[in-house]
């Protein structure tokens, strides 16, 4: 089990954030649904959509400087984790690069060694934007971590994940061609050299790049990181029937608007709007 210390500081540091307006966390209903297997979680917004969801990128860098309210540590001399100011589940955290790196630029092992950091405390569920097709809404390198206790479920979506990890592909899928996938070291101190390994193999393996050869990646991408694996995502566009489509929905995480046609995910499911994204 972690300690999760950084966790507890995050939901602290929240509950503050929110009495001085710092954070607004978004007002969601979760969809029920009827099926006895459901591999997604619909949640619809009671409130405005946000500028966020919107437009790409603000006129200003809000991470530089980021708010101080948000501030829940810094992680080492490169980068610091802060709240995310419009979360959905409270406690949702960003770690973000103290100084300007470009979003759709290739990531480094320091970023990996940040993350290790983070995770070695408290884990959950890491995604990455690489671009606006991919999702992001900032061109300030960020990457997001939805916190989970050890026997909570990661997301709607981990078995199918760890069943491509074990080499039993579903053959109705459509969008398992454009997932990479690699086992995280079992370890009980992982190491970050491993995972910017896995990271740099994963780039290959999909056609991104050589990031020894290239200086960027060629293609937008996600990333979804659990403490048993590591998967890349490569896409084309952020946006399908109407949804906007960054990580979590491969994760098995809608969040529906006006403009969402949540008939088509009811009645199809997941892999019929992210094959549009893809």
Not at 95 to 124: M, R, Y
Not at 162 to 167: A, E, G, I
Not at 197 to 226: R, V
């Amino acid at each position: 089990m972690k300690s999760e210390i950084i966790w507890s500081k995050a939901l602290e540091i929240s509950r503050k954030a929110v009495d001085c307006g710092a954070v607004i966390p978004l007002e969601t209903k979760k969809y029920q649904s009827n099926d006895a297997y459901c591999d997604y979680e619909l949640r619809f917004l009671k409130t405005p959509i946000p500028k966020y969801l919107i437009e790409y990128g603000p006129i200003r860098n809000p991470f530089i400087p980021w708010d101080t309210r948000l501030q829940i540590l810094p992680i080492n001399d490169k980068h610091t984790l802060i709240l995310n100011k419009y979360p959905v589940q409270i406690g949702h955290m960003l770690l973000i690069t103290n100084c300007w790196k470009p979003q759709n630029g290739w990531l480094s092992e320091d970023d990996f060694e940040a993350i290790q950091n983070v995770d070695n405390d408290t884990t959950g569920l890491w995604f990455f934007n690489s671009s606006k097709e991919s999702g992001a809404s900032q061109p300030h390198r960020h990457f997001q971590l939805l916190p989970r206790h050890y026997n909570e479920s990661i997301c709607p979506r981990y078995e199918w994940f760890c069943s491509l990890l074990n080499n039993m592909h579903d053959t109705n899928s459509k969008i398992s061609h454009c997932i990479s996938i690699r086992p995280r070291n079992k370890k009980e101190v992982l190491n970050s050299n491993d995972l910017f390994n896995s990271y740099k193999s994963m780039a290959k393996e999909m056609n991104i790049g050589d990031i020894d050869l290239i200086n960027k990646p060629i293609k937008p991408y996600n990333l979804l990181i659990t403490s048993k694996w590591i998967a890349l995502i490569t896409r084309k566009t952020d946006r399908s029937n109407g949804f906007s489509i960054n990580a979590l929905g491969f994760a098995g995480y809608f969040l529906g608007t006006k403009r969402s046609d949540v008939d088509t995910l009811i009645k199809f499911g997941p892999e019929r709007i992210l094959m549009d994204v893809i």
